[in-house]
Structure formats: structure tokens, C-alpha cells
């Protein structure tokens, strides 16, 4: 059968050394109950595996020239649903729902046909049921950081995550005080990562300019400080807002503070006014955001 190329607009890097599965199936501690949610399964390498191991998949994928291969390919597999679309624009925990909870009260869907985004829960669908999933996705380089803030911030997010990602990138978000980044904090906020791998660009087709790896988040069931998302992120994103600068600088420029009012805080909150936003541990941010004068 001939297999669409890869569309570099949608930056597809296909994983076709199948010894880099173990490793992602590993981390993703499958169980045959599970329900996974996998974004991007391209020709089907990683959902064949995924497949055979849980409950319930559901596989988004945006390049139309895959959707009636990959239905074909899992037809008969009922427990397996193709959904074409982008992820970014549908809420991953209700797109999971609409099949899985769906599928254990008796009305399964065949997975050659599929069903579509616009099939998923309205906001009054019962999440508040007890309902779980996993996310696996070997995801575009250019939506890494979108799509992460999109999990984590769902309404219902996944318990775990196991992402290949650019090297780099699984590096910077695995950073410890004094190379932190805001996406350092922003995925730290929310989930503990993990590197399980380095994946060389070798094991891909077409073959990136770069390594990637494999990231595990284990999602926390309550962000790692007390702290609103909302405060909390508005104050770290004025800390980061200027490379390099003291935070008494960044802080007071950022939220439209006196110098001498971000001075004081800095203070208060026990954290030396010239040091840099990278040096900062999540709670030392914990305690700027409970002294901020917001």
C-alpha cells in the first residue's frame, strides 16, 4: 500500500525504528482498562501498539490523507476511534468521553467509521463521573508548547503523559533552579517530568534536524504550590518577561510597579531583589505570589 509523505506544513517526522516503542509504552504504564487519548498517529505505528494494550484509544489526527488508512487499518477494532481534526481546537478530556464512556454503556462505535470532534460532550455531559485517561503522542515540534498548555490546563487532564519531544525542549522543561524557563514552571506547576529517553533523529522519516525524546508528566492532582493558576502565572510571566534582568526590574516593569513597591515585596517574600527569574524554585514563586500586591 502506498504511504502518503510526510507534509513538513504539519511538521510529520514518522517514528519508524519500532525499538523506541518499549520505551514509550513503558512510561505510559498501560493497563488493559485504560482509556488514551494519542494525538498525531500518523500511518498507525505507536496506535497499533497502543491498540493492543488498552481499554479504549482515541487517535486525532489533522492530515486528512490519513484518516481512511488508519480506519482501515484498525476496522473491526472497536475499542479503537479515529478522529480527524486538530487537537488544539477540542477539549482532549470531553473528545475521550465522547468514546470511551460512551463505549462502557453498551454503544460502541466502529472505528473504521470513526466519529467526529462535533460528537463530543456539551460542558453539561457528566464528567464528574469517575474517569480517567492517559494522552501518548509523538507530537509536531512546532505545537509542543501549545499542546502541552492544552492538556494541563483541561478541565479534566490526563493523569499521565508520555510525549516524544524535541531534546532540548524535554531538557529545558526538566530544569532545576538556576536554568528554569517559564515553561520550565509552567509544566512544573502541573505535572512532575520525567526524561526516559533520548530518541536519535535517525529512528524518524523524515529525519529532523535534531534529537528528540521521550518526556513522562505525571500529572499532580493539585498544582505543586498554593496558588491560583491565574495569579500565579501572571506574576511568573512578568518575572520572565526580560531576559537576563534582575526580578526587581522584571517584577516592577511587568505588572506596572514602583520600583520601590517591587522592592519591598521582594523583601517580604524573603527573595533578594537582584537575583534572576531562573534561579527561582516554585516556592520561592509560591511565596512571591502570596506577598504580590496585585
Known amino acids: 500500500m502506498h504511504e502518503a509523505p510526510a507534509r513538513k506544513s504539519l511538521g510529520q517526522n514518522f517514528l ?10 513503558e512510561a505510559a504504564e498501560l493497563t488493559p482498562t485504560d482509556n488514551v487519548l494519542e494525538i498525531g498517529p500518523g500511518r498507525g505505528v505507536l496506535t497499533e501498539a497502543l491498540a493492543s494494550r488498552v481499554g479504549c484509544l482515541v487517535a486525532v489526527e489533522l492530515d486528512d490523507r490519513l484518516i481512511e488508512p488508519l480506519r482501515q487499518r484498525f476496522a473491526g ?102 536554568e528554569m524557563s517559564l515553561l520550565a514552571v509552567s509544566v512544573q506547576y502541573y505535572a512532575e517530568p520525567r526524561i526516559v529517553q533520548r530518541v536519535p533523529a535517525r529512528a524518524f522519516s ?36 526580560q531576559k537576563r534582568k534582575q526580578l526587581v526590574n522584571t517584577l516592577a516593569a511587568g505588572l506596572h510597579l514602583d520600583k520601590r513597591e517591587a522592592q519591598r515585596w521582594l523583601e517580604e517574600a524573603g527573595v533578594n531583589s537582584t537575583r534572576r527569574a531562573e ?3 516554585l516556592k520561592e514563586w509560591e511565596a512571591l505570589c502570596q506577598q504580590a500586591p496585585l
Not at 519508524?16 to 509504552?25: C, K, M, S
Not at 508528566?217 to 510571566?237: I, M, T
Open 206 to 241: 523524515p529525519k529532523p534536524k535534531v534529537d528528540s525524546a521521550v518526556l513522562q508528566l505525571r500529572v499532580r492532582s493539585r498544582p505543586a504550590v498554593d496558588v491560583a493558576p491565574d495569579r500565579f502565572f501572571r506574576v511568573v510571566r512578568a518575572g520572565f518577561s
Open 77 to 178: 477494532q472497536p475499542h479503537v476511534h479515529i478522529v480527524h481534526g486538530d487537537i488544539l481546537e477540542h477539549a482532549p478530556d470531553r473528545l475521550v468521553a465522547a468514546a470511551c464512556l460512551a463505549r462502557t454503556e453498551g454503544s460502541e462505535s466502529d472505528a473504521a467509521e470513526g466519529f467526529q470532534p462535533e460528537e463530543a460532550p456539551s460542558p453539561s455531559y457528566p464528567l464528574s463521573i469517575p474517569f480517567s485517561y492517559k494522552v501518548v503522542a509523538n507530537l509536531p515540534y512546532y505545537i509542543t508548547s501549545a499542546a502541552l498548555r492544552h492538556l494541563l490546563e483541561a478541565e479534566r487532564p490526563p493523569s499521565l503523559a508520555v510525549l516524544m519531544v524535541q531534546w532540548e525542549v524535554a531538557q529545558r522543561i526538566c530544569a532545576g533552579p538556576g
Open 279 to 281: 534561579t527561582l524554585s
Open 16 to 25: 519508524t525504528d519500532r525499538r523506541y516503542l518499549a520505551p514509550i509504552l
